[in-house]
């Protein structure tokens, strides 16, 4: 049985040159829950997967509460986290904040790779020096003695050992976003005996589905549709 799927795919447009999906596309808001479940219901979705960022918490949900009221199935596409190895100096946190008041324990300079979203936690810090890489140029408020590294994933191995290297990097900040494509930072801190002041990601919203990867997030919508079918 094969059925005919329209995806229409929508980015927060928190960054100035997305990587666009194929087929329809919409950037930015819904204006909260209740702007996208008008939504849902207008345009008339059957289902909704939630691909965004672990850490986009407040989109997620909206997302959930907004699937609720339309009566709109929902499912979460989380890729799995990452866990701690032989040879890990791992450092778990719950938060930002948290991160930077474990930071000057551990050392001077820093490598944060957490986005331009959320600096303001660490814009107190003046004795730490940071590497900052983000995808789009940070705004104030930001740390006093920081470097910025516009990049975008996958990062190499050998890119990652260099870059710690060449910064004489000491402490690596990370939110365990999971994936291949930013992961080689941790191998190279392993390596490096660097520790890794990592944040936990939030947690799904309550009875809300969820899939380790696409071919997971595309067999419950099989799964879905063809529950619909008549028997």
Do not use: Y
Not at 87 to 101: H, I, K, M, Q, Y
């Amino acid at each position: 049985m094969h059925t005919q799927v329209r995806v229409t795919s929508s980015l927060a447009g928190r960054v100035a040159r997305p990587v666009l999906p194929p087929g329809r596309v919409r950037i930015g808001g819904f204006g909260g829950p209740e702007g996208l479940a008008r939504w849902l219901r207008e345009h008339r979705v059957d289902a909704v997967v939630d691909a965004t960022h672990p850490f986009a918490e407040a989109m997620s949900f909206n997302a959930a509460r907004a699937a609720a009221d339309a009566d709109v199935p929902l499912l979460a596409l989380r890729r799995p986290s990452w866990t701690a190895g032989p040879g890990d100096d791992w450092r778990p946190v719950g938060s930002l904040e948290e991160a930077a008041r474990a930071l000057p324990a551990l050392g001077e300079r820093v490598f944060l790779t957490t986005g331009r979203m959320g600096l303001a936690a660490f814009a107190h810090l003046h004795t730490q020096w940071f590497l900052v890489r983000s995808v789009d140029a940070p705004r104030p408020p930001c740390p006093p003695r920081m470097e910025v590294l516009l990049d975008r994933g996958p990062f190499t191995p050998d890119g990652e050992r260099e870059l710690l290297r060449r910064h004489r990097i000491e402490v690596l900040v990370t939110k365990d976003s999971g994936g291949a494509a930013t992961a080689p930072k941790l191998a190279a801190a392993r390596e490096a005996g660097i520790p890794a002041v990592v944040v936990r990601r939030p947690p799904v919203p309550q009875g809300v589905p969820t899939a380790a990867d696409s071919p997971g997030a595309a067999a419950w919508l099989r799964q879905l549709f063809a529950s619909r079918l008549p028997g």
